[in-house]
């Protein structure tokens, strides 16, 4: 009966502390996103695939996916349609003169009822332009090392010569001092 009891209490906690999680929003972005590489340099086509809820299957919609910069405002975007599959997939060019941070690749959707629009899922990609020049004003010089004279005493040096013997072929020849 005591088992039963504590076996009871313990689904009643798992219960209590799932349904907290999920009423938090720890779970409200439903999509992942896979990403190709892991940062990109300008010029280069960053490759995606958004995995959706099992129930857009059937349901086919289009989303808009946009690059934010890294004040949050819109880059660029385009469209991408389902055509009634859990996943999409696609590309973008990064342009040359995008500025190297940061950046966050933004899938949108629409609410069917309110028409508000939400977002399904939002990745930091990260960018290095490697056209940009290098402000040497801005990098902080390294500290220099300390110089210290040394006395004749200090360094000590051994030098020593051991016998050798190399084979070429079917030559032996032996070196020695």
Not at 88 to 117: N, W
Not at 149 to 158: G, P, V, Y
């Given at each position: 009966m005591?088992?039963?009891?504590y076996f009871l209490n313990i689904i009643l906690i798992l219960f209590v502390i799932s349904n907290s999680l999920l009423a938090s929003g720890l779970n409200t972005n439903p999509c992942v996103v896979h990403l190709d590489k892991s940062f990109y340099v300008t010029g280069e086509v960053i490759w995606f695939?958004?995995?959706?809820?099992?129930e857009s299957k059937?349901?086919?919609?289009t989303m808009r996916v946009g690059l934010?910069?890294?004040?949050?405002q819109v880059a660029d975007y385009f469209f991408l349609q389902t055509e009634?599959?859990?996943y999409a997939s696609g590309y973008y060019k990064i342009p040359f003169d995008r500025p190297s941070g940061i950046h966050h690749l933004v899938f949108m959707g629409q609410e069917q009822t309110s028409k508000r629009p939400i977002v399904l899922a939002k990745v930091a990609v990260p960018i290095y332009n490697d056209l940009e020049k290098l402000n040497i004003s801005?990098?902080?010089p390294v500290a220099k090392m300390p110089e210290k004279s040394l006395e004749t005493n200090d360094l000590q040096i051994e030098i020593s010569w051991i016998s050798l013997r190399i084979k070429v072929g079917?030559?032996?020849r032996q070196i020695s001092s």
């Amino acid at each position: 009966m005591k088992k039963n009891k504590y076996f009871l209490n313990i689904i009643l906690i798992l219960f209590v502390i799932s349904n907290s999680l999920l009423a938090s929003g720890l779970n409200t972005n439903p999509c992942v996103v896979h990403l190709d590489k892991s940062f990109y340099v300008t010029g280069e086509v960053i490759w995606f695939k958004i995995y959706l809820p099992s129930e857009s299957k059937g349901n086919p919609f289009t989303m808009r996916v946009g690059l934010l910069d890294q004040q949050g405002q819109v880059a660029d975007y385009f469209f991408l349609q389902t055509e009634g599959k859990t996943y999409a997939s696609g590309y973008y060019k990064i342009p040359f003169d995008r500025p190297s941070g940061i950046h966050h690749l933004v899938f949108m959707g629409q609410e069917q009822t309110s028409k508000r629009p939400i977002v399904l899922a939002k990745v930091a990609v990260p960018i290095y332009n490697d056209l940009e020049k290098l402000n040497i004003s801005e990098i902080t010089p390294v500290a220099k090392m300390p110089e210290k004279s040394l006395e004749t005493n200090d360094l000590q040096i051994e030098i020593s010569w051991i016998s050798l013997r190399i084979k070429v072929g079917k030559l032996c020849r032996q070196i020695s001092s």
